[in-house]
Nanobody, 125 residues
Framework: QVQLAESGGGLVQAGGSLRLSCAAS????????MGWFRRPLGKEREFVAT?????????EYADSVKGRFTISRDDAKNTVYLQMNSLKPEDTGVYFC?????????????????WGQGTQVTVSS
């Protein structure tokens, strides 16, 4: 099993920044693709960004966050990050880290095997 734990959420004013962290433990050799998803209040979970767990650090982003968010990883710390800049009120939601053992369907939250508990991000206007 793989355990994922997010941290770094909070309340920030529009235009501000936050950095989320996702620490992985357990059978991390099972991981291939890591993703960040978010669930706005009253809405479905949606894709935010992905990165490979190891090797090639190809990054992919939802159109709504391109140019504002950056996904990265620290191999030594088994941690994936989401740097969020120029935050907007519509970025408000619970942010989840997720992992899966392959790259198929990586934009779909339903195919990820491992999930963190989520961290709340609130952007005030």
């Amino acid at each position: 099993q793989v355990q994922l734990a997010e941290s770094g959420g909070g309340l920030v004013q529009a235009g501000g920044s936050l950095r989320l962290s996702c620490a992985a433990s357990g059978r991390t050799f099972n991981l291939y693709k890591m993703g960040w998803f978010r669930r706005p209040l009253g809405k479905e979970r949606e894709f935010v960004a992905t990165i490979n767990w190891s090797g090639d650090s190809t990054e992919e982003y939802a159109d709504s966050v391109k140019g504002r968010f950056t996904i990265s990883r620290d191999d030594a710390k088994n941690t994936v990050y989401l740097q969020m800049n120029s935050l907007k009120p519509e970025d408000t939601g619970v942010y989840f880290c997720a992992g899966k053992p392959d790259s198929s369907g990586r934009y779909s939250w339903g195919v990820y095997d491992y999930w963190g508990q989520g961290t709340q991000v609130t952007v005030s206007s």
